[in-house]
C-alpha cells in the first residue's frame, strides 16, 4: 500500500514502521507488539474470509476497552467490512436492537456483556465471539466453526516459512465507502445509526497527525479511558495513537476516580483526551480544598508570592494527569466556568475541543497556547463553520458545519437524515453558539434544551447550571421548567452531605438558590430546589439524560 488518500495505508504504515515496537496493553496486563496485531488481523481476516464474510457486511463490539476490541476494529476496516462499535454500557434490549437494525453478520462481545445478551433476540446473527481469545460464543454457520477451530492450522498453511512486514496487505478503501456505524447514545432518548465513511475517519486522522503527531511522538505512552464505541475516545485516545506509533494502555475495568488516577501516575500519557467530569472531580476534590484555605488564600493575594504558588500548585495538578503530557484536550460536555478560569489563572496546558459523532468527531480546536477562555476553539482543517444568526458574534444561532468530517447520514432513517444535512451539505448541529471574528466558537446551549421563558425570551439551562455547580454541596444539577417556572433538580455531593441534616442540607440549597438567583435576569430565576437521593442517569460520555427528568 502506498496511497496517503486511504484510512486504510495508516493503518498498514504504522504496522510496517513500528514493527517491533509496543503497541496494545490492558492495564496491569499482557501487551501486544505491533508485530503481533499485525499477526491477530491476519487471523481474523482468515476467519472471516472462511466464514463468507464480504466487503461491505457489518461486525459488532461490544466491550469494555481492551487491546482485542482494537484488533477486531481495525480488522474489519482493514478487511472492508462494516465496524459497528456498540457502548458495553448498554443494556441488552438496546444491543439486540443495534445488531438487528444493523444487519450484523458477526458480534465480538466481552466478559459482561456475554452474560446480558439473549442470542434468541438477535436470530440473523451468524456468530457471536468472546473479545477474551477470540472463542465462539453461538456459531450459527459450519465455516464459523470450521475456521475457528482450524484457524492456527490454516494460518500456518499460508504462511509455512514466516509472517513478515511483506504479508501486510490491506483493503484499499474509497473516501464516501462506508467504514462504520456509530449508534448514539444521545441524552434524547433514541439511539440513530451514524454512517461514517472513510474520509470522516481519515479527516480527523489527519488533523489530528498533523497538529498533535509533532507534540507526542512515537512510542509515547498513551491512556484509552473514555469508550472505544464513543467516536472521541475511538478517534484519538486510540486510532490516533495507534497511527502515531505510540503505545496505549487500555482501561479495561470500570474508570472509578482512584482507578484514572493510579493510571495516570503509572502510564503518565504524551497527551490526555478527557470529558469534563474527569478534569472536575480532579480539580474539585485534590486542588479546590487546599487553596480555598485562608492561608493560601492570603498567599494568593500577594504579587511575588502569588507566582510561585501558582506555579507550584500547576505543577502539582499537572502530575495528577502523569506528568508528561503536551496538553490535556477537553471535549463531549461542557467544562465548569469556574474550573476553566481557576485552570487558566495558573497556567496549565488545557484546551477545549468541540464535535459530534456526527463529524467523527471533531469540528472545532485550538492548541492550548492559543486556546480563548470560554471557547471550544476554531473550525479545524477541512471543515468549515458557519453560525445561523442575524448577528453570529452576539446572537446565537445554530451551529452549522460542512466538510470531510461529515457524515453520509443516519442508517436506514432518510427523515432524521434529511432533517440534519441540508441539501448543501451542511450538517445542523442542534448546538447554540456564537462565533468571534478570529473564529474561535462559544457554545450558548443546545436547541432542543432551550427553554422559553413566560414573555418569550430564550433560556439556556445549562448556563444556569454551571453556576449551581460551582456552589457549596452541589455536585450535579439539572434545570427544569414547570408550569413556566423553573426548578433545580440537584444531587448534593455526598462526602459533605453525611455530615448534615436533611433540614440543614435544605438550608443550604435555599441559600444556593438566593445566591444564584442574585446573577441572574428575573426571567430565568429559580424557584425552587429539589434534592436527589441519587445521581442522575448519564450517557457513557457522561452527558446527563435531560430527557429523563423533564
Known amino acids: ?19 517491533d515496537a509496543n503497541a496494545l496493553t490492558d492495564y496491569q496486563g499482557a501487551t501486544l507488539q505491533y508485530h503481533d496485531v499485525a499477526r491477530k488481523i491476519e487471523k481474523l481476516h482468515i476467519a472471516f474470509e472462511s466464514a463468507g464474510v464480504k466487503k461491505g457486511d457489518k461486525i459488532a463490539i461490544c466491550g469494555r476497552n481492551s487491546a482485542h476490541w482494537a484488533v477486531t476494529f481495525l480488522a474489519t476496516l482493514t478487511y472492508g467490512a462494516v465496524a459497528v462499535p456498540i457502548l458495553h454500557e448498554f443494556n441488552a434490549e438496546q444491543i439486540h436492537n443495534i445488531v438487528n437494525h444493523s444487519g ?9 456483556v ?18 477474551p481469545d477470540f472463542s465462539i460464543m453461538l456459531s450459527r454457520s459450519e465455516q464459523l466453526t470450521y475456521a475457528r477451530e482450524n484457524l492456527n492450522m490454516m494460518f500456518g498453511q499460508k504462511y509455512p516459512k514466516a509472517f513478515t512486514k511483506d504479508d501486510v496487505h490491506y483493503h ?10 456509530n449508534y448514539t447514545s444521545g441524552t434524547t432518548g433514541h439511539s440513530k445509526g451514524v454512517m461514517l465513511p472513510y474520509r470522516a475517519l481519515l479527516g480527523n486522522l489527519d488533523f489530528a497527525l498533523t497538529q498533535l503527531g509533532s507534540k507526542v511522538k512515537a512510542g509515547q505512552t498513551m491512556l484509552s479511558i473514555l469508550p472505544m464505541a464513543h467516536m472521541y475516545g475511538l478517534a484519538f485516545e ?26 495516570f501516575t503509572d502510564v503518565k500519557p504524551g497527551l490526555v483526551i478527557a470529558v469534563p467530569l474527569i478534569v472536575e472531580k480532579i480539580i474539585r476534590k485534590k486542588v479546590f480544598p487546599i487553596i480555598q484555605s485562608n492561608r493560601m488564600r492570603l498567599l494568593l493575594q500577594m504579587p511575588v508570592i502569588s507566582k510561585k504558588v501558582k506555579e507550584k500548585i500547576c505543577e502539582q495538578v499537572y502530575e495528577a494527569f502523569g506528568g508528561r503530557a503536551y496538553e490535556i484536550i477537553v471535549g463531549g460536555a461542557a467544562l465548569s466556568k469556574e474550573v476553566e478560569e481557576f485552570l ?73 437524515t434529511r432533517e440534519a444535512l441540508d441539501p448543501d451539505g451542511w450538517y445542523h448541529t442542534g448546538d447554540l453558539g456564537t462565533k468571534d471574528a478570529y473564529g474561535n466558537i462559544f457554545i450558548r446551549g443546545r436547541i432542543k434544551n432551550m427553554l422559553l421563558g413566560a414573555s418569550g425570551q430564550n433560556i439556556y439551562p445549562e448556563e444556569i447550571e454551571d453556576q449551581l455547580n460551582s456552589m457549596p454541596m452541589v455536585a450535579e444539577c439539572v434545570v427544569v421548567q414547570r408550569n413556566e417556572k423553573l426548578v433545580a433538580l440537584v444531587y448534593p455531593d455526598q462526602d459533605e452531605a453525611a455530615n448534615f441534616t436533611m433540614d440543614e442540607l435544605q438550608a443550604v440549597m435555599e441559600q444556593n438558590r438566593v445566591n444564584l438567583n442574585a446573577n441572574l435576569p428575573a426571567y430565568s430565576r429559580i424557584t425552587s430546589v429539589e434534592l436527589q437521593s441519587e445521581e442522575f442517569a448519564k450517557t457513557p460520555k457522561k452527558s446527563i439524560k435531560r430527557y429523563l427528568y423533564q
Open 1 to 19: 500500500m502506498n496511497n496517503n488518500n486511504n484510512f486504510n495505508y495508516y493503518i498498514w504504515k504504522t504496522i510496517v514502521d513500528n514493527w
Open 104 to 112: 450484523t453478520r458477526l458480534l465480538f462481545v466481552g466478559d459482561f
Open 114 to 131: 456475554a452474560k446480558d445478551i439473549n442470542p434468541d433476540e438477535m436470530p440473523k446473527l451468524e456468530g457471536i465471539l468472546n473479545l
Open 172 to 181: 484499499e478503501d474509497q473516501p464516501e465507502e462506508l467504514a462504520l456505524i
Open 238 to 263: 486510540f486510532i490516533f495513537s495507534f497511527c502515531n506509533g505510540c503505545h496505549i494502555f487500555f482501561l479495561n475495568r470500570l474508570p472509578s476516580p482512584t482507578l484514572i488516577a493510579k493510571a
Open 344 to 416: 487558566l489563572s495558573i497556567n496549565f496546558p488545557i484546551t477545549v475541543g468541540y464535535g459530534t459523532t456526527e463529524c467523527a468527531p471533531l469540528i472545532s480546536y485550538r492548541d492550548w497556547k492559543e486556546f480563548e477562555p470560554g471557547s471550544c476553539g476554531a473550525a479545524i482543517q477541512g471543515m468549515e463553520v458557519r453560525i445561523n444568526s442575524s448577528d453570529p458574534e452576539n446572537i446565537p444561532g445554530e451551529i452549522q458545519t460542512k466538510g470531510m468530517n461529515v457524515m453520509l447520514g443516519y442508517y436506514k432513517n432518510e427523515e432524521a
